[in-house]
T-cell receptor
Framework: DAGVTQSPTHLIKTRGQQVTLRCSPK?????VSWYQQALGQGPQFIFQ???????QRGNFPDRFSGHQFPNYSSELNVNALLLGDSALYLC??????????????FGQGTRLTVV | AQKITQTQPGMFVQEKEAVTLDCTYD???????LFWYKQPSSGEMIFLIY??????QNATEGRYSLNFQKARKSANLVISASQLGDSAMYFC????????????FGTGTRLQVFP
């Protein structure tokens, strides 16, 4: 049973560029959430996708956008990268069973470095 | 506002001994869930244990148990018979309600197990 997979594992981008991170949820899961984890901090919720729509959003600017595909996989896009966007980006998936979400399982993350 | 507090930046424990990692939370909701995750240096967040706010008994999963004291708003993780492989960052997290997957994380505790 494949868990949550994220790609790429590492990425280096220049300030002002755009980046796309990808996530495939655990088999059977239909909900994907994205988190940003700065060095030495706990993860911060960015947004969550269910049924191809953004269902909830954290306190992140519009430069952060996402998408969910019919196969439940998801992308996180960040435009106009800033040095402060350097972080580990984690994807978590769960199952929306009768409007009750099961426990979230995380991927190994994408480590983004902005120079 | 919802908040998770982990006051121990670092903890040391000898192999085969038990250790308690502290977590307190703040919420005005009656329905919420509490989680503990382990994050090794590889970055993946590994789900350890879950406690629902209406669960009357403390959760246990193998060597992990959660000491849930609702009136004190604490959800401490107890690891029994520590192993060298338990060395990692440990995060306490809270999910409010049951529909959303938004998790609020603490700042984490780094546990080091020595022989």
């Amino acid at each position: 049973d494949a868990g949550v997979t994220q790609s790429p594992t590492h990425l280096i981008k220049t300030r002002g560029q755009q980046v796309t991170l990808r996530c495939s949820p655990k088999s059977g899961h239909d909900t994907v959430s994205w988190y940003q984890q700065a060095l030495g901090q706990g993860p911060q919720f960015i947004f969550q996708y269910y049924e191809e729509e953004e269902r909830q959003r954290g306190n992140f600017p519009d430069r952060f956008s996402g998408h969910q595909f019919p196969n439940y996989s998801s992308e996180l896009n960040v435009n106009a990268l800033l040095l402060g966007d350097s972080a580990l980006y984690l994807c978590a998936s769960s199952l929306n069973r009768d409007r009750v979400n099961t426990e979230a399982f995380f991927g190994q993350g994408t480590r983004l470095t902005v120079v | 506002a919802q908040k998770i507090t982990q006051t121990q930046p670092g903890m040391f424990v000898q192999e085969k001994e038990a250790v308690t990692l502290d977590c307190t939370y703040d919420t005005s909701d009656q329905s919420y869930g509490l989680f503990w995750y382990k994050q090794p240096s590889s970055g993946e967040m590994i789900f350890l244990i879950y406690q629902g706010s209406y669960d009357e008994q403390n959760a246990t999963e193998g060597r992990y148990s959660l000491n849930f004291q609702k009136a004190r708003k604490s959800a401490n993780l107890v690891i029994s018979a520590s192993q060298l492989g338990d060395s990692a960052m440990y995060f306490c997290a809270m999910r409010e309600g049951r529909v959303t997957d938004k998790l609020i994380f603490g700042t984490g505790t780094r546990l080091q197990v020595f022989p």
